[in-house]
């Protein structure tokens, strides 16, 4: 199994049990999440408590809808960013994230992310914003929004800031 982890933080945000599309020149990584229900189960025995003379206790119904993606990886949600901000972060995330990129593949970043910044600025409104379970400010944004017509979301990362981590 891969793990894919922050370069920046080391927070594990996605691994190889879920399948990504490469968008923007392979900037960024489309992954479809999905609504699943967590919690508690409903068993039915056959037994009858009221017709034995006990009492139906019923069920504590613990069950939540969760994205499996958010609770996989424990993401944390963030305030929404308006253009300004996210401006703001990216040229931060593109000089911490180039101080751990090399060779071709920091090449690459830098002559790429502008393009995809530029695709996801129309599309703030659209977005849920997430970072790792350490919420670490300086670690890489997960970005989340749903489809025309879509119920369940979808995830983008930039792929330049995942590490394979091999488990």
């Known amino acids: 199994m891969l793990v894919y982890q922050d370069l920046l933080t080391g927070d594990e ?3 190889d049990s879920f399948r990504y ?13 999905k ?14 408590p009221s017709a034995e003379g006990g009492e139906d206790e019923g069920v504590d119904d613990s069950a939540v809808k969760v994205v499996d993606i ?8 963030q305030p929404p960013y308006d253009k300004k901000t996210f401006i703001a972060f990216m040229k931060k995330f593109i000089k911490n994230l180039s101080g751990k990129l090399e060779g071709e ?7 790429h992310i502008e393009g995809a910044t530029k695709y996801l600025l129309p599309k703030l409104k659209d977005f849920q914003f997430f970072v790792g379970e350490s919420m670490h400010d300086d670690g890489c944004v997960v970005l989340a929004y ?7 979301p979808t995830f983008l990362y ?4 995942l590490k394979e981590i091999k488990c």
């Not at 609504?35 to 056959?46: E, F, N, S, T």
């Open 146 to 152: 749903y489809k025309d017509g879509a119920t369940d």
């Open 21 to 33: 599309k490469e968008i923007e020149n392979g900037m960024l990584w489309e992954v479809e999440g």
């Open 158 to 161: 930039f792929a330049s800031a």
């Open 35 to 48: 609504w699943v229900v967590k919690g508690a189960v409903d068993v039915d025995i056959g037994a009858n």
């Open 105 to 111: 593949q920091l090449d690459l970043f830098k002559k």
């Open 13 to 15: 945000l996605l691994s």
């Open 70 to 77: 958010v609770d996989t990886f424990r993401l944390q949600e």
